[in-house]
């Protein structure tokens, strides 16, 4: 067992770390009120080999033989340090590159592959249909009906990978498809879409698995998504409690800095207990995809869980430890509160599917 | 009649204000929270069910929980009405809520130890509309930059020159501290004297050198403006400080009064964020009665009825302890660690039951505009504003053992 990172994990770390301090910091607060990144973050992400990341060589990307999630996750929880909104972004091409990669036929690695390496970058995003609100009518090209999102990057996306049930399928040029632009409370310069779909057509060449199969694949393209989650929301909870210790140490009430009382200690000390957790048990998945151990989807599932939990409390108590000041726009905590919802409500609840399964199990037993 | 049972006045006066918040507060709270702009149209028609901005000094006391005329050896129905008022304000939209009752914060200690002189002239300076055409309203102006939970150290001082005090300072946090018409300003008047010589000031909105700041972006109750207001020696003549400018010594018509007003309105904040987190809950629970989860009707899963459950006994005890210490203060009983309770407890079953929501909810939550994640957004000043929750646990934890615990 091993938890010290090794030579090119150390530079990853420090690389993304440099830039989520200086750029995503830098750039958070006017991003947070504009809803919409910089321009310059699509340039910087991809000068640091974002967006293409997951894409293989032969198709113009840097992937050249197994995808690290370990790699993802550490840099994930960087990112989170900086800004969830952004974070979301540079991370969002990696679930429809990795998925059709593995399952695309070759018409569909062309149709995505050639728009994200395109001059300039471009752009994909994934939604995962937890409440089983689409209607699919599969009848070799699918027509699918229903609503989709809210989704990150889907605002900005050429490209939509879609989990429902029994399916999987990436579906292009959405412009056409009732897809509406919104900005949420959290992740704001996330460019965040909508969409609803009437019988829209799928080419049978753009989907990438059906029934049982779809549904392992499925588990596959969540676990990785749950954990590069994880690791972000981990990185949220911990630049909370950066932000809130360096207060503490600053506001003075009752002739002592604030962080000195007792009770500001505790919420401290235990959304750190929180933010290390997260961290470990996002890296545990990611190792466990990684080595593709048996209890991989199982583990980014937990972590996932997990990490919404700490992050949503990490940010609630350091906007009390700024107390009237973290209520407002003009410090950094408010927006992490708003950002912390989305780890936990994207993609599903999990903890309800644990019970719904083991409720059938025990019903069979 | 008996504290677990609304009497026919406080059954009306939530029908009212319940019919009012339903009708009038909720079809405007989102685009109130979106725009975070002030609900000029709600003040206005709020007069028609007498929440008018001088409704306090009028005798209608509803919002405040003080009644400084009472026999004190017959029981107020006072506070209770101002919970009652309160919960059901805030179930329509707290940012409106407060909004409403902002004026209230300036007239309460107008109403306590104001001459007749300074609340003619507050509702002189209230009456009409202004540039805007807005009806005008008040603020009232305590907290400092930085004086927070430790409201001892105010640094806005006035001293006396000739027949006018002149003021000098810079407020913070001030509800209505940039649109109000009428201000009343607390500052020190003797800094050997500490809290005694700490004393209120009724000015108007055109004196020179009073000039509103920024106005903060919030991350909830966003209807109600919060803004800085700078003093820069704003001259004011004598006659308009608080309890007049002949009974200087002794507190009683200075800060320890505000503090007192400021235990006072605990149960009510208690009340308000009670009134929250049972929008959150009926949501839910609407939610649940109707839906369905994979073929199974939702309410029959303990994974989510327990959850409800679970917010159900919270509210209800927060309902109580609120209604408890009100009914302590319209039975004149020192109510402060009760008082306390209400409020920290109120604090934090509206923060649990919106988050608990936000999870049951899921992505649906995130989008633009949902009323669950904006009550959540709304909770959390629950926690912080009238006394951190860490400021009433000291209070309680003083009245246990005498001591206040670092």
């Known amino acids: ?365 | 009649m008996d504290m677990f049972h609304d009497n026919p006045m406080l059954q009306g006066v939530r029908q009212m204000l319940g019919a009012f918040a339903r009708q009038m507060m909720r079809p405007v709270a989102v685009k109130h929270d979106q725009e975070e702009s002030m609900p000029w149209e709600l003040l206005k028609a709020a007069q028609s069910v007498g929440l008018t901005q001088t409704a306090i000094l009028d005798g209608r006391r509803r919002l405040t929980g003080i009644d400084e005329d009472a026999d004190p050896k017959k029981p107020r129905f006072q506070a209770r009405i101002g919970v009652a008022a309160s919960e059901e304000m805030a179930w329509g939209c707290a940012g409106i809520a407060l909004a409403l009752g902002g004026s209230g914060l300036a007239a309460a200690p107008l109403s306590r130890m104001g001459t007749q002189e300074q609340k003619d002239e507050f509702r002189r300076l209230l009456s009409g509309t202004d540039a805007n055409g807005h009806i005008k309203i008040a603020a009232m102006a305590l907290s400092e930059p930085g004086t927070g939970s430790d409201i001892s150290g105010l640094k806005t001082a006035a001293r006396l020159d000739g027949n006018h005090w002149v003021i000098r300072g810079s407020k913070q946090w001030i509800t209505n501290g940039q649109s109000a018409s009428a201000y009343v300003v607390w500052a020190q008047t003797e800094p050997a004297a500490g809290r005694a010589g700490v004393r209120g000031f009724l000015v108007a909105r055109d004196t020179p050198g009073l000039v509103p700041g920024k106005k903060e972006t919030k991350l909830g109750i966003r209807a109600s403006e919060t803004a800085q207001v700078h003093f820069e020696d704003v001259r004011v003549h004598q006659d308009m400080m608080l309890g007049g400018a002949q009974t200087s010594e002794g507190s009683a018509s200075g800060l320890a009064d505000t503090k007192k007003m400021l235990d006072a309105t605990r149960p009510a904040i208690g009340a308000q964020a009670v009134g929250i987190a049972r929008a959150a809950y009926e949501y839910l629970l609407d939610r649940v009665r109707g839906g369905t989860l994979h073929g199974t009707p939702m309410a029959t899963h303990q994974h989510i009825m327990f959850e409800l459950a679970d917010m159900h006994m919270e509210i209800t005890a927060s309902r109580l302890l609120v209604h408890r210490a009100a009914w302590m203060a319209d039975h004149h009983l020192d109510n402060v660690a009760e008082a306390s309770a209400a409020k920290a407890h109120g604090a934090r079953t509206v923060q649990y039951v919106t988050n608990r929501a936000m999870v049951l909810l899921g992505e649906e939550a995130l989008e633009p505009g949902h009323p669950v994640e904006k009550w959540y957004r709304d909770a959390k000043i629950y926690d912080i504003f009238e006394g951190t929750g860490q400021i009433q646990r000291r209070i309680i934890a003083k009245q246990l053992t005498g001591q206040n615990p670092t």
């Open chain 1, 1 to 365: 067992m091993d938890f010290g990172l090794d030579d090119e994990q150390q530079m990853i770390v420090q690389t993304i770390r440099r830039f989520a301090d200086r750029d995503l910091r830098g750039w958070a607060p006017d991003a947070d009120r504009a809803g919409a990144p910089p321009a310059s973050l699509y340039k910087a992400g991809s000068e640091l080999g974002f967006f293409l990341d997951a894409v293989p060589a032969a198709h113009g990307g840097a992937l050249d033989g197994a995808y690290s999630h370990t790699a993802r996750a550490l840099r994930g929880f960087e990112l989170g340090r900086g800004c969830a909104g952004m974070a979301a972004l540079l991370e969002t091409n990696v679930e429809p590159a990795l998925a059709v990669a593995t399952w695309g036929t070759a018409a569909a690695k062309q149709s995505l592959f050639d728009a994200l390496a395109r001059p300039g970058g471009g752009v994909a995003a994934f939604f995962h249909d937890s409440r089983g609100n689409l209607e699919i009518d599969d009848r070799g090209d699918l027509r699918v009906s229903g609503k989709l999102g809210p989704i990150p990057a889907f605002g900005q996306a050429t490209h939509l990978l879609v989990a429902a049930r029994d399916a999987l399928f990436v579906m292009p040029a959405l412009d056409g498809a009732g897809r509406k632009l919104i900005t949420p409370s959290g992740w704001r310069a996330a460019q965040w879409g909508t969409a609803t779909l009437d019988a829209h057509r799928v080419p049978a060449e753009l989907v990438l698995a059906r029934g049982a199969d779809a549904r392992a694949a499925i588990t596959d393209v969540l676990s990785w998504a749950r954990t590069s989650l994880a690791a972000r929301a981990a990185g949220v909870a911990s630049a909370a409690m950066e932000h809130a210790t360096a207060y503490a140490r600053e506001r003075v009430q009752f002739g002592q800095p604030i962080g000195s009382f007792e009770s500001l200690i505790r919420l401290r000390d235990d959304a750190l207990t929180g933010a290390s957790s997260a961290r470990l048990m996002a890296l545990y998945a990611a190792w466990a995809l990684d080595t593709r151990a048996p209890d991989a989807a199982d583990a980014a599932s937990r972590a996932r869980v997990h990490a919404g939990d700490v992050v949503a409390r990490a940010t609630v108590d350091a906007v009390q430890i700024f107390g009237g000041y973290g209520f407002v726009n003009d410090y950094p905590v408010e927006k992490l509160m708003r950002d912390a919802r989305a780890f936990e409500a994207l993609h599903g609840d999990e903890r309800l599917g644990r019970v719904l399964a083991a409720k059938a199990e025990w019903a069979n037993a």
